[in-house]
T-cell receptor
Framework: QQQVKQSPQSLIVQKGGISIINCAYE??????FPWYQQFPGKGPALLIA?????SEKKEGRFTISFNKSAKQFSLHIMDSQPGDSATYFC????????????FGQGTILTVHP | DTGVSQDPRHKITKRGQNVTFRCDPI?????LYWYRQTLGQGPEFLTY????????KSRLLSDRFSAERPKGSFSTLEIQRTEQGDSAMYLC????????????FGPGTRLLVL
C-alpha cells in the first residue's frame, strides 16, 4: 500500500524559477512531514520538515505548505539554482512509531543555468 | 567526519551467497534504522533499533534478512542466500530520542546480486 504519493516524477526549471513538488498521504495518523534531498551516490539529507499544527514553514529559499484537510503538502523552492539539482523525497511518520519514515517515490529536479 | 558511516560502499555477489553490511551511527544517537532503496524509488523501511533492542521489523524483511546491534553502537545487516531481487541500495540512518530527532542517513551500501 503506497501511503505517500509524490508528483511529478521529474521537473525541469530554469535558474531563478520556482520549483514545486507535491505529496499526498493517506494515513491520518501521520504527524511529522520531512523533505529530504539526495545527490547521486549520497544518502538522503533532511531539508526542511513540518508538523500539522502549522500550514506553512519557510527556511531560506525552501517553503513547505501543508493542507491537513486535503492530506497534502508541498515543497516550494524559490529562486532555484543549478546546485539544487537533485532528487527530492517527501516523507511522513506517525507518533506511535516515531522515526519509521514512509517515503514518496521521489522527484528528480534539474535546474538549467 | 562524525556522520553515519557504512561499509562496504559497494558489494557485488553471486546469487546464493551471504553478505553482511555494517553501519556506524553518530556516536550519541541511540536509534538506528535500516532502509532499502531501489532505483527510482524512495527508501523503504526495513527495521530499527533503540539501543540494542530491535523494536520493529517490516514485512519486507524476509527470513533471509537479519539485523543486529549487539552493544547498542554499530549494527550489521546480513542477507543470506542472496537473490537478484535483493539488488538495491541499503541505507542506514541514526537519530536521538529527544531534542533533534532528525534521521541522519549514511551514504549507503550498493548491492548487486549477479
Amino acid at each position: 500500500q503506497q501511503q505517500v504519493k509524490q508528483s511529478p516524477q521529474s521537473l525541469i526549471v530554469q535558474k531563478g524559477g520556482i520549483s514545486i513538488i507535491n505529496c499526498a498521504y493517506e494515513n491520518t495518523a501521520f504527524d511529522y512531514f520531512p523533505w529530504y534531498q539526495q545527490f547521486p551516490g549520497k544518502g538522503p539529507a533532511l531539508l526542511i520538515a513540518i508538523r500539522p499544527d502549522v500550514s506553512e514553514k519557510k527556511e531560506g529559499r525552501f517553503t513547505i505548505s501543508f493542507n491537513k484537510s486535503a492530506k497534502q503538502f508541498s515543497l516550494h523552492i524559490m529562486d532555484s539554482q543549478p546546485g539544487d539539482s537533485a532528487t527530492y523525497f517527501c516523507a511522513a511518520t506517525e507518533g506511535t512509531s516515531y522515526g519509521k519514515l514512509t517515503f514518496g517515490q521521489g522527484t528528480i529536479l534539474t535546474v538549467h543555468p | 567526519d562524525t556522520g553515519v558511516s557504512q561499509d562496504p560502499r559497494h558489494k557485488i555477489t553471486k546469487r546464493g551467497q551471504n553478505v553482511t553490511f555494517r553501519c556506524d551511527p553518530i556516536s550519541e544517537h541511540n536509534r538506528l534504522y535500516w532502509y532499502r532503496q531501489t532505483l527510482g524509488q524512495g527508501p523503504e523501511f526495513l527495521t530499527y533499533f533503540q539501543n540494542e533492542a530491535q523494536l520493529e521489523k517490516s514485512r519486507l524483511l524476509s527470513d533471509r534478512f537479519s539485523a543486529e546491534r549487539p552493544k547498542g553502537s554499530f549494527s550489521t545487516l546480513e542477507i543470506q542466500r542472496t537473490e537478484q531481487g535483493d539488488s538495491a541500495m541499503y541505507l542506514c540512518a541514526s537519530s536521538k530520542t529527544s531534542g533533534d530527532e532528525t534521521q541522519y542517513f549514511g551514504p549507503g551500501t550498493r548491492l548487486l546480486v549477479l
